[in-house]
Nanobody, 130 residues
Framework: QVPPVASGGGSVQAGDSLRLSCAVS??????????VAWFRQAPGNEREFVAS????????NYIDSVKGRFTISKDNAEDTVYLQMNSLRPEDTAVYYC?????????????????????WGQGTQVTVSS
């Protein structure tokens, strides 16, 4: 199973927008994933969950710091998940990754993903300057 690959990052000014793409390969998978999620990792920080969208329509989740600014969507025909990022802030600077999930729990304000493959694909750098 091949992990998803993120693309679309770049260097922008605060307030600008970017759209990230996540190409999901279903080859070799006995089942479709439960969801696709975006994560980000800033230098010196752990990788954090940003947003998720269920493979079948019905569930979208965001962390509080991106609500109202980021929009996750899915192109069913292309098996691609997008993350539209508007009103970018310097604190959004990170390497962004995507991955597929077999589960997701939300407890005490924290999303805990359950990955369905044990590897990560290439991330994409997002740099926001003030």
């Amino acid at each position: 199973q091949v992990p998803p690959v993120a693309s679309g990052g770049g260097s922008v000014q605060a307030g600008d927008s970017l759209r990230l793409s996540c190409a999901v390969s279903l080859s070799g998978r006995p089942f479709r994933p439960y969801a696709v999620a975006w994560f980000r990792q800033a230098p010196g920080n752990e990788r954090e969950f940003v947003a998720s969208i269920s493979w079948l329509p019905g569930s979208i989740n965001y962390i509080d710091s991106v609500k109202g600014r980021f929009t996750i969507s899915k192109d069913n025909a292309e098996d691609t998940v997008y993350l539209q990022m508007n009103s970018l802030r310097p604190e959004d600077t990170a390497v962004y990754y995507c991955n597929t999930l077999k589960g997701l729990t939300f407890l005490s304000g924290v999303y805990t993903p359950e990955y369905d493959i044990g590897s990560w694909g290439q991330g994409t750098q997002v740099t926001v300057s003030s």
